[in-house]
């Protein structure tokens, strides 16, 4: 079996030539651990469920790419709502920047789907086949036999469960319950949305089973810019050495209180040593602290030697909570919200644009009139049917024509109106004129628009 590279700053997972050196975390149930498990099987639950109930007539989440809009808990964005995805981008980057800054990589270890799904469920299955820690590398080393073939196809089948249980609803939040399951039994219907369902299972399936830590280690780039949000005032899980070294065995004397038993480092999931300091193979999870607090328990010194603090804390240094990059991330963030909040409150439920049909910019009908062919695109936003009517309003002579009216638009539909706009050659004043148009829904609203209205100018 592979041991790691030798030096304390090498990844555990790292061994000599590069190999993968295979962890095996202890599990240990604590307070941290409780709440991690709460936090964990709630995220589970609002990301496994959002594809498979409707709010409304749609999803509660989806990501309609051929419709060009997005449904979120009720809020529905559609492609001309540009603006607010950007909003949207900047509240999850402002957000990161802010948590990290205020405490460190929580979002590592208790929100991101690697952590919750691996943390969650894979593990656990793991630990209910193959036992604990001890017992799952002593079943590594052991030769192959019928029972270990069985154990691991067993392991395995369920990890393809869990794995295309999410790819299932990965897809679904692109194609909906319907395509998603069209997919799955006639993939020459939608080879797109079948190749999707199976990479992302295959994907999935292989950090499962093999990769797991080395997502956070190798491939997530949090971890390596998180020295540029982080400072000594950040709260993080820190290693209190003034009060720990010199390490020493109990009964030993002029030594702090950690016994070296290396429980914080047995427990961690990436393998590494808090008590080196922050460091980037530490995703937050706090297992540590769960680990170390039973120690002393036992031990019947003070809990808190691992603990959620910041450097200056540990340092008996002033520690400040307000301070500039909190100001200066929180100040950004409220900006983004509060111009979301207001967007999204004043944002009308339909959206009226006027362009010029494909040909002719004009054109003389039988009866003398110049003649404008024109198309209204309606996007209704909101959740019942729509059936729209179209007016002259100015000048006086305009006529308008619709050859559908009323026009109906669905709920979450974007339609193309045909309209006709006719005026009389004699009133006209210049080849190019403003003229404007009411649209009406048969109920309380109606929006006007202007547009132009070529022709050959004065008769």
Known sequence: MDTPAGPLEAPKTIGKGGRR????????????????????????????????????????????????????????????????????????????????????????GWACPQTVFVESLVRPIERLLEGNAHQRQKLDAAPWTAGKIARKLTKYAAYLVIAGGIG???????????????????????????????FITGLLLFDFAYFREQVCLVVCPYGRFQSALLDRNSLTVVYDDPRGEPRGKKGTKDVGDCVDCRRCVTVCPTGTDIRRG????????????????????????????????????????????????????????????????????GRSDIEINVSRAVGAPYATGPDGRVQNTMQLRIANKGEGLRAFTVEAVAPADLEVVAPISPFEVGPGLVEHMPVFLLRDPATIRDRHETVTLRVKDGGEWSEEISTEFISGGPQ
């Open 278 to 345: 922050v460091t980037m193979e530490c995703t937050q999870c706090m297992a540590c602290i769960d680990a170390c607090d039973d120690v002393m328990a036992k031990l019947q010194r003070p809990k808190g030697l691992i603990r959620i603090a910041s450097e200056n804390a540990i340092a008996k240094q002033p520690q400040k909570i307000i301070r500039p990059r909190i100001i200066l991330y929180g100040g950004a963030l409220a900006a983004v919200m509060l111009a979301f909040a207001i967007g999204v409150a």
């Open 168 to 198: 299932t609803t990965f897809t679904a939040y692109f194609l909906g319950r319907d395509g998603t399951f069209e997919a799955q039994l006639h993939p020459s219907s939608h080879p797109a949305g079948t190749f999707t369902f199976l």
């Open 21 to 108: 050196v295979w962890l095996y975390p202890e599990w240990f149930r604590g307070r941290m651990l409780t709440w991690r498990s709460i936090v964990h099987g709630v995220l589970v639950a609002m990301l496994m469920v959002g594809p498979w109930i409707d709010i409304g007539a749609h999803p509660a989440i989806r990501v309609d790419i051929p419709g060009r809009r997005i449904h979120f808990w009720g809020l529905h964005l559609f492609a001309t709502d540009g603006a607010y995805l950007m909003f949207l981008l900047g509240f999850i980057v402002l957000s990161v920047f802010l948590f990290t800054a205020l405490f460190g990589r929580v979002w590592c």
